[in-house]
């Protein structure tokens, strides 16, 4: 009879993440490759890619690092030729890279108003080119080998303001004029769930499986004021961690789900049950 924890080995699996020197990208590479996955950490910022891959490397894991743009086809193509020229396959893909407008103090001042009124459209543009257009190209060259080899898994990452609106609330500050989270966000992260299924159902019959994760607001340093007003709307009354989003990130990656296609799990604390 078969160990359960035999179901959530990667071992001998090749796994490649986009904006893998990321908040999140950095949890799932290390969780993944602590799974026995070789693990590419792939991202357009390349010496955080690589310092990163290095630390990992030190601790006897097997990752290597690459300069990618998701918005360019060539790019991503060459992505995917690599990591198929290093690791000799390509097992799974977890789209991790896109625009995410934060407020925690490594972004402070990086946002304006975001008002909807006023925003503008080359902004727009540039988060569906990163959002939307990075998705479909890295899906589009990742599938590739999958379909060759017969196998393959999509993780797709979305968020709470994918299934709800937001609130705006929690950007409100008593010595500052309101900001906001701005549209684009919302609509690319619901956009995501709609490449997930569309994949899922596309690929039936293929063994290719394509779900979608959802995470909620993982701490990173935020002040007070905004820390206690997102943990006010979750059920658990606090903020994620940052690790609490790598077992559902294996749950997703590994054969634990292997009956999973077309699904959006979400690890939000409950923000979405009230």
């Not at 991790?96 to 946002?111: E, L, R, T, V, W």
């Not at 609130?167 to 619901?190: G, L, N």
């Not at 009354?237 to 054969?255: H, K, P």
């Amino acid at each position: 009879m078969e160990n359960i924890l035999d179901k959530f080995s990667l071992k001998e699996k090749t796994v490649l993440v986009t904006g893998g020197a990321g908040l999140l990208g950095k949890q799932f590479a290390l969780s993944l490759a602590q799974a026995g996955a070789k693990v590419m950490v792939a991202d357009l910022a390349y010496d955080l890619a690589k310092a990163y891959s290095d630390s990992l490397n030190s601790q006897g894991l097997l990752t290597e690092a690459l300069a990618v743009d998701i918005t360019d086809s060539l790019s991503v193509k060459e992505m995917v030729e690599f990591t198929l020229k290093r690791f000799g396959r390509l097992d799974a893909l977890v789209n991790s890279a896109a625009m995410d407008p934060k407020f925690d103090p490594a972004h402070q001042g990086q946002q304006s108003a975001n008002a909807f009124e006023t925003y503008p459209l080359s902004a727009w543009q540039d988060a569906i080119d990163v959002n939307l257009t990075g998705l479909f190209l890295a899906c589009q060259a990742a599938v590739i080998p999958m379909l060759e080899q017969g196998s393959g898994v999509i993780v797709n990452i979305c968020s709470t303001y994918g299934l709800v609106g937001p609130d705006q609330r929690i950007y409100e500050r008593d010595d500052a004029p309101q900001q906001f989270k701005p549209v684009y966000y919302s609509v690319t992260k619901a956009g995501i769930l709609g490449m997930t299924r569309y994949l899922a159902t596309y690929y039936a019959g293929k063994n290719i499986r394509v779900n979608a994760l959802t995470p909620g607001g993982v701490y990173n340093g935020h002040d007070e004021t905004f820390m206690k007003a997102y943990s006010a709307r979750t059920v658990l009354g606090r903020m994620a961690a940052l690790d609490e989003m790598s077992g559902a990130m294996l749950f997703l990656v590994s054969d634990a789900s292997s009956y999973m296609t077309g699904s959006n799990l979400v690890v939000d604390g409950g923000w979405t049950a009230w």
